[in-house]
């Protein structure tokens, strides 16, 4: 069966290579993606030295990572802990945090791309972070003798009729893990359906990421927003929200928009440009700061890795990718700063955040039919704002651990 996977991956790569390259998603580091280690950033280990290969496919695994990716470092101070990503936006990320020495482009699944960074990594241990599961990266690895790990690992949904439909290709695959860290028990009986060994529950690493620290832009912001003027955050927003949460949302409120996918920022700004309200990209603003941003007008985040500490502007937080029901996302990191948090109804992605955040009627869900109402009612009523801010906070709070859980199941297999 995994020769038939291999072929049928090789014949969809050639088919959609014009449009990968035309697109230019994929065409940043396509020399790693085949293959070819980055030898002159990329060191080989030192004789002795142990490696350990931690994959965060983009931004949200990054960020979740980051904290045990330090612990690592602590707990192993003379090893290399590297992380590759698969997405460009996850690359600048993990460089920031890491160092771009630490990171490099997650392998193709073809067996040369594989082997050639497990030949020149000689990694002691592999840490997936969430579902990453490749059938030739994990045939290689078990090939290779290198044990594999999962930490807050999750079958969703979505991808669970997957993943039974194809259980004879999975079970001698996922039956070769070290260990795996499920965050819900939910998600630790459906791993252990498809053959995971050592399944235990560890709960989710999003919460232990804590909220960042102020930066210059927030700063400069801060100082530039017209006081008493409501800020709405717009977070992670998709293709279509932009323009329906334009139409939605009241204009006495200043409008911070972040789409999540940075090729879209020019699509935005056109957008912004046909609206006709004030409107300005922060990449611009920030060269040149101006005081007196007010009510109706719109600040375009058009650069990565810097909405998390924005939120701390925010009246309400909005987190997109909900209401056009394309699965959500990650609510935590404004909810962590305290703030009001309301996401669309198609939360699929984030169900067990959010259901969490629910339980404890820490969070709004609005349809966009209703999100106006509700927003004005945050905005009339900011005490009902804050208390639902608080419990946010709290229930984020009382959900971490995640992190020390995965350390003390990860370092005997490679201290023992």
């Known amino acids: 069966m995994l020769g038939l996977y291999s072929c049928l991956l090789t014949a969809a790569l050639l088919l959609s290579l014009p449009w990968w390259w035309l697109g230019g998603k994929h065409r940043e580091g396509w020399r790693e993606?085949?293959?070819?280690?980055?030898?002159?950033r990329l060191r080989a280990p030192a004789a002795g030295q142990q490696v350990l290969w931690v994959h965060a496919v983009s931004v949200g695994e990054v960020l979740a990572a980051a904290p045990l990716v330090s612990r690592l470092r602590e707990a192993l101070p003379g090893a290399q802990v590297l992380v590759s990503t698969t997405t460009r936006t996850g690359q600048s990320?993990?460089?920031a945090r890491f160092g771009a020495g630490a990171v490099f482009y997650y392998p193709a699944d073809f067996a040369f791309a594989v082997r050639a960074f497990l030949r020149w990594l000689r990694p002691s241990l592999?840490?997936?972070v969430e579902s990453e599961f490749w059938p030739r990266f994990l045939y290689e690895c078990r090939r290779a003798r290198v044990p594999v790990a999962v930490v807050n690992a999750r079958i969703s949904p979505r991808s669970w009729p997957r993943y039974r439909r194809l259980l004879a290709l999975w079970r001698p695959l996922l039956g070769t893990l070290a260990c795996v860290e499920a965050q819900t028990e939910r998600d630790a009986e459906r791993l252990r359906f498809l053959g995971a060994p050592r399944v235990a529950v560890g709960g989710n690493l999003k919460y232990d990421v804590r909220p960042p620290g102020a930066t210059p832009l927030l700063a400069a912001l801060r100082a530039a927003l017209a006081p008493g003027?409501?800020?709405?955050?717009c977070g992670s927003t998709l293709a279509g929200e932009e323009e329906l949460l334009l139409r939605t949302l009241p204009r006495t409120a200043i409008l911070l928009l972040a789409p999540r996918h940075p090729e879209r920022f020019p699509e935005v700004a056109a957008l912004l440009?046909?609206?006709?309200?004030p409107w300005v990209r922060l990449s611009s603003w920030r060269r040149q700061p101006r005081a007196g941003v007010g009510a109706g007008s719109v600040l375009l985040l058009d650069s990565v890795g810097e909405l998390a500490p924005l939120y701390a502007l925010a009246t309400v937080a909005i987190v997109g990718g909900g209401?056009?029901?394309?699965?959500?996302h990650n609510p935590l990191e404004p909810a962590a700063l305290g703030k009001a948090v309301v996401v669309g109804p198609g939360y699929a992605n984030f169900f067990e955040i959010v259901q969490t955040l629910r339980a404890g009627n820490a969070i709004?869900?609005?349809?966009?039919?209703?999100?106006?109402?509700?927003?004005?009612?945050?905005?009339l009523h900011p005490d009902e704002a804050a208390l639902l801010g608080r419990r946010a906070q709290a229930l984020c709070a009382q959900s971490a651990g995640a992190t020390e859980r995965a350390?003390?199941?990860?370092?005997p297999l490679v201290q023992g």
């Open 323 to 328: 209401f056009l029901h394309a699965g959500g």
């Open 229 to 233: 003027v409501p800020v709405l955050v």
């Open 93 to 95: 990320v993990a460089r």
């Open 407 to 411: 350390l003390a199941t990860l370092l």
């Open 33 to 40: 993606r085949l293959g070819a280690v980055p030898r002159g």
């Open 126 to 128: 592999v840490i997936l």
């Open 273 to 277: 440009a046909r609206e006709g309200r």
């Open 364 to 379: 709004a869900v609005a349809r966009l039919s209703e999100l106006r109402a509700e927003i004005d009612r945050l905005l």
